[in-house]
């Protein structure tokens, strides 16, 4: 068995760091670029392209909403011609700076409330399938496991891949509890790590009910930037192949 381990890197701007690229590399398979439209510098997203190579690991473009202000965590209605637009901007830009590291972008990860709107909102989810295209139809789209964008980019011609996140807790029906609910984010390392395991073998997490849902991925998210990040990617990469579960790139 195999799976894919991803995380967000090429976050900081400036003087101001977001997280630990360089150890981050070492443990995941595909590493998610901020292209400078939620955070990163060309400077910060050269040196990630760098080490991404350096590594063998896989590069994604990681588009967001223009929202270096909110992290592009904020919730945008961004009209269809200006949405293409940003998409097919971010990954180019990417796509050329890794064109001079002798590198390549493999696929797309919308990053924070883009990644949650096109999950289940058909307008914004088809203007960034048809920016994707306009690109390069053979670029992967990463998608929350389960949710409607899967099957509307497959029907376009899209590959897909389902992601589950690491440290985030599921509900009954096998979607993300809301950040804004008690318990739905997950701290202890161990625990995280088990979950995902049975994630691999079996399809199935512990619901935040406990109850058992479905949830079938074949990428697996472990944040770069949260309390703890390293650690608990480490123990669900160590966890995985103690276990027999190869970690690759999807792409």
């Not at 790590?193 to 009910?209: C, F, H, N, P, S």
Request: hydrophobic share 45%.
């Amino acid at each position: 068995m195999q799976i894919d381990l991803n995380s967000d890197l090429g976050e900081s701007f400036g003087a101001w760091r977001m997280g630990n690229d360089a150890a981050m590399l070492d443990i995941v398979s595909s590493a998610n670029v901020a292209c400078g439209f939620h955070a990163g510098d060309p400077a910060g997203i050269l040196q990630t392209l760098k080490a991404a190579k350096a590594r063998g690991v896989a590069v994604g473009a990681h588009v967001s909403y223009p929202d270096r202000q909110g992290f592009g965590r904020r919730n945008m209605d961004v009209a269809s011609e200006d949405l293409i637009a940003d998409v097919i901007y971010q990954i180019s830009a990417l796509s050329g700076m890794a064109a001079t590291l002798g590198t390549t972008v493999r696929y797309v990860k919308p990053h924070g409330a883009l990644y949650n709107t096109i999950a289940s909102d058909e307008r914004q989810a088809r203007d960034v399938i048809a920016a994707i295209l306009k690109v390069n139809p053979e670029l992967v789209l990463v998608a929350l496991a389960g949710s409607p964008l899967v099957g509307w980019a497959r029907e376009a011609g899209l590959r897909v891949i389902a992601e589950a996140f690491a440290d985030r807790a599921y509900t009954p029906q096998g979607t993300l509890v809301s950040r804004r609910e008690q318990g739905a984010v997950l701290h202890d390392a161990a625990e995280v790590a088990q979950r995902m395991l049975r994630l691999v073998r079996e399809g199935t997490v512990r619901a935040i009910d406990g109850s058992v849902a479905r949830v079938e991925a074949q990428s697996i998210c472990v944040h770069g930037d949260s309390e703890g990040a390293l650690e608990m990617a480490r123990a669900v990469r160590d966890a995985l192949e103690r276990d027999g579960v190869k970690v690759c790139a999807f792409a």
